[in-house]
């Protein structure tokens, strides 16, 4: 009786076991503190592409002290850390779009963007899937189709926690104000800051 009923077991097992493999690779939203400042963030976790037909990567979107940043995250070597290195990706049978990303200081398999992440992640909501290759240092192509199947509701989240509603606007709360003025100012050269200047004062005529 007790061999019957492990046998039983097993089989049972074995039927639920592609249902908990999909649960366990699926998008997810998470939010977790910073263990250096404590800050709360907030990010959403891709999917692995087929681990017989791609490369073992995913794609993370980030909400970090109100930035938004894309992350890929592979198991192969990306480059050197802190360098440049390409991106392209497509959305269902659209055209692919080039980018740009930059390994962490700290990793050389970790890369981001914060400049062309807001206009991904609207493409990536826009698809049922996103399909990806980073060129690595050493010629080698990574790559992966991500479905994003599940993916609209992580991804909204972290977009609303950034101050981005899920058509890339940035809400009242979150506009850009003086204070950011002020910071971005700040890391301008003495040139660089005369030609803002001059900008504004432009543009303060015309309305006057």
Request: aromatic share 10%; proline share 3%; charged share 25%.
């Amino acid at each position: 009786m007790s061999y019957r009923l492990k046998v039983i077991g097993f089989f049972l097992w074995l039927g639920l076991m592609p249902i908990n493999l999909n649960a366990a690779n699926a998008w997810e939203y998470i939010q977790e503190n910073d263990r250096l400042t404590n800050r709360a963030y907030s990010f959403a976790k891709s999917p692995f592409p087929r681990r017989d037909l791609y490369d073992n990567l995913h794609l993370e979107v980030v909400c970090r002290d109100n930035a938004l940043q894309v992350i890929v995250d592979a198991d192969s070597l990306i480059a050197s850390q802190g360098s440049k290195f390409d991106v392209e990706y497509q959305i269902d049978q659209k055209s692919p779009v080039k980018i740009q990303m930059t390994t962490f200081k700290d990793s050389k398999r970790r890369g981001y963007t914060s400049e062309f992440a807001a206009a991904l992640v609207s493409d990536m909501l826009s698809g049922k899937a996103v399909f990806v290759r980073v060129h690595t240092l050493i010629r080698e192509v990574l790559s992966g189709s991500i479905p994003m199947d599940g993916g609209a509701e992580p991804l909204t989240r972290v977009l609303a926690d950034c101050g981005i509603n899920s058509s890339g606007n940035t809400s009242i709360d979150a506009q850009y104000g003086l204070e950011d003025f002020e910071k971005d100012y700040a890391k301008l050269s003495v040139e660089q800051q005369r030609q803002v200047l001059d900008k504004i004062k432009r543009i303060i005529k015309e309305f006057n």
